[in-house]
């Protein structure tokens, strides 16, 4: 292929149909959830999802992308590489979800929510099929297989949103907070079925020395992803018990989550660019010119996140419309959350060099660091300022993540990034900003008249960052 963006564009637009209808309905589903469960019972909802997000990369032990790495490793059988990542991830997980059944009970009452211990079970039932799945759904990215990928993403998030739907509008009971999760369940229960003949095509084999070396190789890397996760969610456990200035902490967490998901458009498109870009970068690795096209690709994801930020920005007069009446006081959190995602994006980027490398311990540093910033900036502030202090927590922590990672990669792996057309992008997008904010000052309530000049705007934005792209050559094979 002539030009290698076109193969990395091309996966990504397949991976990304099922994350974004994933992430519409999902989007879709917020008015319903924000309309039916109260503030406090959104909330609750909000801290289990985090549970799940956080210990589901704990207990996939970064096999993914350690499967990418020895699968593409001269010398390597593909088939002892997956046989050895799934049976590794299903005997950790089996472990796990016995304890959760053994100890629902007593951990339900902990945490204050007695009579629901089947909620601890339903979360560790996710967690089981989910990280069993996350190895073969790699085996799909590193095969290539993005229309099967995209198909098995597909049913399971059908399978979810009628789920959803048949509990919260059929089920003759009261909605409660335990619908959401026991409709993910059971899409979770129906995607591990379908993935049953894979399984039993691929003829499971144990090599216990190469499971050793992926697991050397992974597991700073499975502490390396935790940052992510962790500044996307650790700020949700931590309003039960630094979110003292408020009456009842989950009514805060819930008002805090629905103002997140209207920036989900931008962590959609990190989401999509991950699937095809991680295989893509190990793939290219030792073509000629490989640091220069990487150096490309932040680029363009750079312009291309600074475009939904201003899309986001300019037209969330519409977009919180979303949200029940009770909810909307919190968007004005948006615009950080979405600048935050944005450098989360470019993190994975730039952390491409220790993967790359094989100098996977050094994330290890860089993430003790996000981690730290998180901790002292929602522990000091969040009494004060809650949810604020979560947004800023974010941003603050993908900052320090980024700079630490591009300083080690230029010493240990330079790439040629062009930091003053990246820092050119960014200037663009603060002056196209501060229009969309005076236009919103000097339009009032005049609406059509606002949404009218932001488009001008973003689309301005649009034809100067495509020309300053264009100057600049992508790099060939």
Same mark, same amino acid.
């Given at each position: 292929m002539a030009n290698p963006l076109k193969q990395l564009a091309g996966e990504t637009a397949i991976y990304g149909f099922s994350s974004i209808l994933a992430r519409i309905l999902n989007f879709l589903f917020v008015p319903i959830y924000t309309r039916t469960l109260t503030q406090m019972q959104y909330g609750v909802v909000t801290e289990f999802m985090a549970y799940i997000a956080i210990l589901q990369v704990v207990l996939v032990l970064g096999l993914e992308t350690g499967c990418f790495r020895y699968a593409n490793k001269e010398g390597e059988d593909p088939r002892k590489v997956y046989s050895g990542a799934l049976l590794t991830v299903f005997g950790l997980n089996l472990a796990f979800l016995a304890c959760m059944v053994a100890f629902s009970g007593p951990l339900s009452a902990v945490m204050g929510y007695v009579g629901y211990k089947r909620l601890i079970i339903y979360v560790a039932a996710i967690l089981f099929c989910d990280s069993v799945t996350a190895i073969l759904f790699a085996k799909l990215r590193q095969e290539h297989k993005a229309v099967k990928f995209a198909v098995l993403k597909t049913v399971k998030i059908l399978t979810e949103t009628g789920a959803n739907l048949v509990l919260f509008f059929v089920?003759?009971?009261?909605?409660?907070?335990?619908?959401?999760?026991?409709?993910?369940?059971?899409?979770?229960?129906?995607?591990?079925v379908l993935f049953v003949p894979d399984v039993v095509r691929l003829k499971l084999v144990w090599d216990g020395a190469l499971v050793k070396r992926m697991l050397v190789y992974s597991l700073p890397l499975m502490v390396a992803a935790l940052p992510g996760v962790a500044n996307d969610f650790l700020d949700r456990v931590l309003f039960r018990f630094f979110d003292t200035s408020s009456a009842q902490w989950q009514a805060t967490l819930g008002v805090y989550q629905a103002a997140v998901k209207l920036a989900v458009i931008m962590n959609l498109f990190i989401q999509m660019f991950r699937y095809a870009a991680e295989p893509f970068f190990f793939q290219r690795a030792r073509d000629k010119g490989s640091k220069e096209l990487y150096a490309v690709v932040m680029e363009y994801f750079t312009a291309f996140c600074g475009l939904v930020l201003l899309g986001v920005v300019g037209y969330i007069d519409v977009i919180s419309l979303f949200l029940g009446r009770d909810f909307r006081v919190g968007i004005g959190v948006v615009p950080v959350m979405l600048l935050s995602y944005m450098l989360l994006g470019m993190l994975f980027n730039v952390s491409m060099w220790y993967k790359l490398s094989g100098k996977t311990n050094m994330a290890i540093w860089i993430t003790l660091a996000g981690l730290l910033v998180t901790?002292?900036?929602?522990? +000091?502030?969040?009494?004060?300022?809650?949810?604020? +202090?979560?947004?800023?927590?974010?941003l603050a922590s993908y900052l320090v993540m980024f700079v630490l990672s591009a300083y080690l990669g230029s010493k240990y792996?330079?790439?040629?990034?062009k930091w003053g057309r990246i820092g050119l992008l960014f200037l663009l997008m603060g002056v196209t900003y501060a229009g969309l904010h005076f236009c919103s000052l000097c339009a009032g309530d005049a609406l059509p008249v606002k949404l009218a000049v932001n488009t001008a705007l973003i689309g301005m934005y649009g034809v100067v960052s495509w020309v300053l792209l264009r100057s600049r050559p992508v790099p060939t094979a």
């Open positions: 089920w003759p009971a009261q909605p409660d907070f335990t619908y959401p999760i026991f409709a993910i369940l059971v899409s979770c229960v129906l995607c591990l901790l002292v900036v929602n522990v +000091a502030f969040m009494p004060r300022f809650s949810y604020w +202090a979560s947004a800023f927590g974010h792996y330079p790439i040629p990034y």
